[in-house]
């Protein structure tokens, strides 16, 4: 039995077989009115190939890091860099010719595969920035930093990209708040304290990784905050855009461009996944709340504020 507060989605592939209908099982080229807003089971290296040219404004991906990690039976085994290089290589040019001219692309990655990644971006790509953000969870080592730090390589197809600063500004306390002519400068002072509306930056310390009291999570061994998926989607994509994910996983990505008015389409080879993914994708259209994300702005982590106001 789960703790009364324990809401982590673990819906079996038996029990949600009528979610795994939803999901898409490609055989030939696909259009964009098949794909939209859906959920594609299979191979991405082989599924690419199969959609429409162009149509995504927002690339986002989520790979396998090169570690070894067990998705729900199926192993990842690391691989030395130059296979490593050879497999990036193989999704990234495929999903290429998928993309509009103005798209944007963001690529997951830890520390080392970070090392891969970048290089092989910049081959194909214009690189912008390098984003860094603070996984909180994770184990310490005796030999060894604690890594508790992730990359996002943040690339565009071109020069001409869409990129909205003011839509994931971020709401800090004010800690030593400055006033001139006695007035507050450049903060709000609120019931709930003073706060200061700052420009978005390279390093991101305000996620929380979805833990077991949070309705976004679930068992995926690198499930990313659906936060996380927000600010990249609402920073390089216009409302009424198309964000491709051809490593869905729990559906994280999917489910904040639905939150956010936006069209998806995913693509995972995990049937469980596809259930986990479809199921949230169908919570969101009773909760359209994203933790950390109100009032058009990102709240720190635990902020207080935050937590009352979604008591309301």
Request: glycine letters at 6%; aromatic letters at 10%.
């Amino acid at each position: 039995m789960k703790a009364a507060n324990n809401r982590s989605l673990d819906l079996s592939v038996e029990q949600g077989e009528a979610y795994l209908a939803r999901c898409l099982r490609p055989e030939g080229p696909l259009t964009l009115s098949q794909i939209l807003d859906k959920t594609l089971l299979g191979d991405s290296l082989e599924l690419l190939s199969l959609l429409p040219r162009g149509f995504a404004d927002l690339l986002i991906v989520d790979p396998p890091y090169n570690l070894n990690k067990d998705y729900n039976g199926s192993r990842f085994r690391r691989m030395d860099e130059e296979d490593y290089a050879a497999y990036t290589e193989a999704w990234l040019t495929a999903a290429l010719p998928c993309l509009k001219e103005r798209a944007s692309v963001y690529v997951c990655c830890d520390w080392r595969s970070s090392l891969v990644i970048g290089p092989l971006l910049a081959k194909h790509l214009k690189v912008l920035n390098r984003i860094t953000w603070q996984r909180e969870k994770g184990r310490g080592a005796s030999r060894n930093w604690k890594n508790s730090l992730e990359d996002i390589w943040f690339a565009a197809v071109s020069g001409d990209y869409v990129f909205h600063p003011e839509a994931v500004m971020q709401r800090r306390r004010v800690l030593a708040p400055y006033r001139e002519n006695g007035r507050p400068k450049d903060w709000e002072e609120t019931a709930e304290g003073k706060f200061r509306d700052s420009c978005p930056s390279n390093f991101w310390d305000d996620l929380s990784v979805p833990f077991w009291s949070m309705p976004e999570n679930t068992p995926h061994p690198a499930q990313k905050p659906e936060k996380l998926m927000a600010k990249l989607i609402l920073a390089s994509s216009d409302a009424g855009g198309v964000v491709l994910d051809p490593f869905l996983g729990s559906g994280s990505s999917a489910v904040a461009a639905k939150k956010l008015g936006r069209h998806f389409v995913g693509i995972e080879r995990e049937a469980q996944y596809c259930v986990w993914a479809e199921k949230r994708l169908e919570m969101a259209e009773s909760d359209p709340r994203i933790q950390g994300y109100a009032d058009g702005v990102f709240w720190e982590r635990n902020t207080a504020a935050l937590l009352k106001k979604r008591r309301r």
